[in-house]
């Protein structure tokens, strides 16, 4: 595992310039998300919903390229299960991010690829791919908003009988805003 990333990490930047004058660059931003799992077999019509905070940091290797290393936390999660509240087993995904900006303008759009793997609860792989607009608000600061899509590992606890869980997999829609400096 750790080799394939070191050899993934080496031919990125031997692609992006490694030469080329690499800055900080940080992100954070805060998501909302719905989807849905799959049940015994069949995808389940209960809507899966909730809001996550995020934070990357790494280098902009050059003017279009940014690669960084980020972590997700979903401290609110609902899950509404045939009527009822139940919740989630809180997991906390931990990514390699490699994001392009496609112009160095005012209004810029963005694509980013987030694949990485989750901690504590159920664990496994977690992988996230958004597409958005970047707003620069200053030199080196901006504001972004993205429409994605995520695949995560879920446990399901129900509300009222606590010794049920559901080991799945959960596709869902993602809304993020946030800022890059």
């Not at 280098?59 to 960084?68: A, D, M, S, T, Y």
């Not at 209004?107 to 159920?122: H, K």
């Not at 899509?149 to 559901?166: A, C, V």
Request: glycine share 14%; net charge negative.
């Amino acid at each position: 595992m750790k080799t394939r990333f070191l050899v993934l990490f080496a031919f990125v930047m031997s692609v992006c310039g490694l030469g080329a004058a690499q800055t900080y660059r940080g992100m954070a931003d805060v998501s909302f998300a719905i989807g849905s799992f799959v049940e015994d077999g069949e995808v389940s019509h209960d809507p899966l919903i909730y809001t996550s905070i995020s934070t990357t940091h790494g280098v902009q290797v050059n003017i279009n390229h940014f690669l960084g290393l980020g972590i997700e936390c979903s401290p609110w999660s609902k899950l509404t299960y045939d009527g009822e509240d139940g919740g989630l087993k809180k997991a906390v995904p931990v990514y390699v991010m490699w994001r392009m900006d496609f112009f160095n303008r005012k209004c810029s759009p963005f694509f980013d690829v987030r694949p990485g793997y989750q901690v504590g609860g159920p664990g496994g792989f977690y992988a996230g791919i958004n597409g958005g607009l970047r707003i620069t608000l200053g030199k080196r600061s901006g504001f972004n908003v993205s429409l994605g899509f995520e695949l995560r590992r879920i446990t399901l606890i129900d509300e009222y009988d606590e010794s049920y869980e559901l080991n799945t997999n959960a596709l869902t829609g993602i809304l993020r805003f946030g800022f890059d400096f």
